[in-house]
């Protein structure tokens, strides 16, 4: 596994003492994870799904505010991290959804459920698993955070252009560019600011999430660029019947309001849309309270922690839909 240098210290610094293993997904593809909080089986397990051209790394925040009292689960997407890149085929929806599985089966005890928190990608991971069995039976509730189900191209707002058609060609191109990053400069801050956060986001901030985001190797952006741009997972939303609640900022330029808002009204079972004020698409790592806050609502109302044996049916159906 690779190992990758990010910001030494601070509240961005990916936090101390995990325990490490390696998941296997489906096809064979071996996934990085970590443990990190109490193993008592009474603390709520919450499992974190990162996003495009981020790492484990992007949840430091996220995981200081909640590992003192829950068992937190992170791993790193394929190709990302330490995770290997996959080989040809193997970058779609269903091996994401794949791999999602793999995680819940293999890091969490029988009969223990989880909360589990998308972020962006992420959040089309726990889309895209949807109806897959591991998700109905060891997911408690989701959370779907800076994310969207389809036409992220057409939707985007990181150029400001009136044009859709011209807008959406060149969101492709410069999301599906396979060119170098490069080294971590003062204009690349200034971009990923621009593009990925809030007006209000701190230097350490943005430090932190450009040195995340320049780690990730380039043909590993562009191929799953290439799969967000064909993305469809509307018909997934309405298959996730467990409690849901839908997080975004309202400065993300990278998938707007429209996308939580439609998300929001196609779940059978949101528990809320919360709306981040002059937050961009780094919301975790932006208000990581605000984040936490909700996953600990989530954990609270419905579960988290490991119960008896499950049964055949599925316990997250409900018939009431809430807003």
């Known amino acids: 596994m690779r190992r990758t240098r990010y910001v030494p210290s601070g509240p961005y610094a990916p936090p101390a003492g995990a325990h490490e293993l390696t998941v296997t997904s489906a096809d064979g593809a071996r996934l990085h994870a970590e443990l990190h909080g109490p193993a008592d089986p009474a603390a709520p397990a919450v499992v974190l799904v990162h996003g495009w051209t981020c790492s484990t790394a992007f949840w430091a925040p996220v995981l200081r505010e909640l590992a003192a009292d829950h068992r937190v689960i992170l791993y790193d997407q394929r190709g990302h991290g330490r995770s290997a890149a996959p080989g040809p085929g193997g970058y ?103 593009g990925t956060m809030g007006p209000g986001s701190a230097p350490a901030m943005v430090e932190a999430c450009a040195q995340i985001v320049h780690a990730c190797p380039r043909a590993v952006r562009a191929a799953w660029a290439h799969v967000m741009g064909d993305l469809d997972l509307d018909a997934r939303v309405g298959l996730l019947t467990m409690p849901a609640a839908v997080i975004v900022g309202t400065a993300d330029r990278l998938t707007p309001p429209e996308h939580a808002h439609a998300i929001a009204a196609a779940l059978p079972h949101c528990t809320g849309l919360t709306e981040l004020p002059g937050l961009g698409h780094m919301t975790p790592v932006e208000d990581p309270g605000a984040v936490s806050r909700v996953v600990r609502r989530l954990a609270a109302d419905h579960g988290g922690a490991s119960r008896g044996p499950m049964t055949d049916g599925d316990p997250h159906a409900v018939e009431e839909k809430t807003t």
């Open 92 to 194: 779609s929806t269903e091996a994401l959804a794949d791999d999602l599985e793999a995680v819940l089966e293999q890091t969490l005890e029988p009969g223990r459920r989880a909360v589990v928190l998308g972020h962006s990608m992420g959040g089309m991971t726990v889309m895209a698993a949807a109806g897959r069995p591991a998700l109905r039976e060891r997911a408690a509730a989701v959370v779907l955070c800076s994310t969207g189900a389809s036409r992220l191209i057409e939707r985007a707002r990181v150029v400001p252009l009136r044009s859709d058609r011209l807008r959406a060609r060149i969101h492709r191109a410069i999301l599906g560019a396979r060119v170098p990053m490069g080294p971590v400069t003062p204009l690349a801050k200034r971009l990923l600011r621009y």
